[in-house]
T-cell receptor, first 112, second 113 residues
Framework: KAGVTQTPRYLIKTRGQQVTLSCSPI?????VSWYQQTPGQGLQFLFE???????NKGNFPGRFSGRQFSNSRSEMNVSTLELGDSALYLC???????????FGDGTRLSIL | DQQVKQNSPSLSVQEGRISILNCDYT??????FLWYKKYPAEGPTFLIS?????DKNEDGRFTVFLNKSAKHLSLHIVPSQPGDSAVYFC????????????FGTGTSLTVIP
């Protein structure tokens, strides 16, 4: 069974640019969540999509947005990039209910 | 506002001994808890879960204990193996909130051969 796939693995951008990250969940998983990981901060929840609708949102500015397509694939967009956006962005998928999330290997975003 | 805390950034244990990783939480509405293991340059890998209706769950060498009155969670690894060396995260979610998990900051476990 294929795992969660995130593309690209690495990305370098400059301040002010925008970026789009992609996540393909495990087949059959309809929930996709995004997390930001920075040193010393653990994983911070960004948002969750379920059946193409945002179901939950974390405490991040509106520059961070996402969407989910009918095949459950999800994209995350960050506009007007800031130096502090440099982080590992992780996507996780899960089936319904109290089930563990399965993570991709992440996209490492570096802002210059 | 860190609702899930792992107060030990690192832990070293001899191979074959028990590793105990601790996690504290502040929100009494949390009802489902997970432990993940993470190697460098990889995403977190699910290890074991526990629901608030239980106080213990075992899976092979891994056991998770939940003390709801103390709002405390622990992961026991017995016996510890060098391949267990990784960063361990605990995570929690509230009832009926989809998959919005709150993560601790992680504990780096080193198992010494």
């Amino acid at each position: 069974k294929a795992g969660v796939t995130q593309t690209p693995r690495y990305l370098i951008k400059t301040r002010g640019q925008q970026v789009t990250l992609s996540c393909s969940p495990i087949s059959g998983h309809r929930s996709v969540s995004w997390y930001q990981q920075t040193p010393g901060q653990g994983l911070q929840f960004l948002f969750e999509y379920f059946s193409e609708t945002q179901r939950n949102k974390g405490n991040f500015p509106g520059r961070f947005s996402g969407r989910q397509f009918s095949n459950s694939r999800s994209e995350m967009n960050v506009s007007t990039l800031e130096l502090g956006d440099s982080a590992l962005y992780l996507c996780a998928s899960s089936p319904l209910g109290n089930q563990p999330q399965h993570f991709g290997d992440g996209t490492r975003l570096s802002i210059l | 506002d860190q609702q899930v805390k792992q107060n030990s950034p690192s832990l070293s244990v001899q191979e074959g001994r028990i590793s105990i990783l601790n996690c504290d939480y502040t929100n009494s509405m949390f009802d489902y808890f997970l432990w993940y293991k993470k190697y460098p340059a990889e995403g977190p890998t699910f290890l074991i879960s526990i629901s608030s209706i239980k106080d213990k769950n075992e899976d092979g060498r891994f056991t998770v204990f939940l003390n709801k009155s103390a709002k405390h969670l622990s992961l026991h690894i017995v016996p510890s193996q060098p391949g267990d060396s990784a960063v361990y995260f605990c995570a929690a979610k509230k009832r009926n909130t989809g998959n919005q998990f709150y993560f601790g900051t992680g504990t780096s476990l080193t198992v010494i051969p």
